[in-house]
């Protein structure tokens, strides 16, 4: 099935998802640097990293939503779809609580804040994994065709 939500000819949601994904991951590698070298730089970085993220994910989920709800129901492709959905508001929802509690200590964040970015990127990794099910096992926003119950891929049938 194609996307709902295209411009050019390509979905909309695949073209934003690389903004939250690489903003929240970069925020994660400032927040390493700044807890191995101390220098508060990177806790600020690091900081704004999210926030600019975390707008990116706020605007990519709606694109998101529109192809999922397009998903015909009862498909291997909608429950992927549903996890992959479920799964990113817990990844904002992570990085979220990760900006909030270094609101009043951008520079110097409580361990806390670490915890909720470090969890949050290990989950985005799997959602985005799921992702990319979506668009190279299903067919989900590239071509009217799509397989939507594309059985899982085992090792051996690779």
């Not at 479920?86 to 915890?115: E, H």
């Not at 989950?123 to 994994?129: I, K, M, Q």
């Amino acid at each position: 099935m194609e996307a709902r939500a295209k411009l050019f000819g390509h979905s909309i949601h695949q073209m934003l998802i690389v903004f939250p994904l690489g903003l929240l991951g970069m925020g994660v590698v400032f927040d390493i640097v700044h807890f191995v070298a101390g220098d508060e730089i990177f806790a600020a970085v690091a900081y704004w990293m999210m926030i600019a993220g975390l707008a990116g994910g706020a605007l990519a989920a709606p694109f998101g939503l529109a192809d999922w709800t397009s998903i015909p129901a009862g498909t291997r492709a909608k429950q992927v779809g549903a996890a992959h959905g479920l799964g990113n508001v817990v990844v904002l929802v992570a990085f979220l609580f990760s900006v909030l509690l270094r609101k009043n200590a951008i520079t110097a964040p409580p361990l806390a804040a670490y915890v909720c970015s470090f969890v949050g990127l290990f989950l985005a990794l799997f959602t985005a994994w799921l992702g990319g099910e979506l668009v190279a096992r299903f067919g989900v926003g590239v071509h009217a065709g799509a397989t939507v119950d594309a059985p899982p891929l085992h090792p051996t049938h690779r």
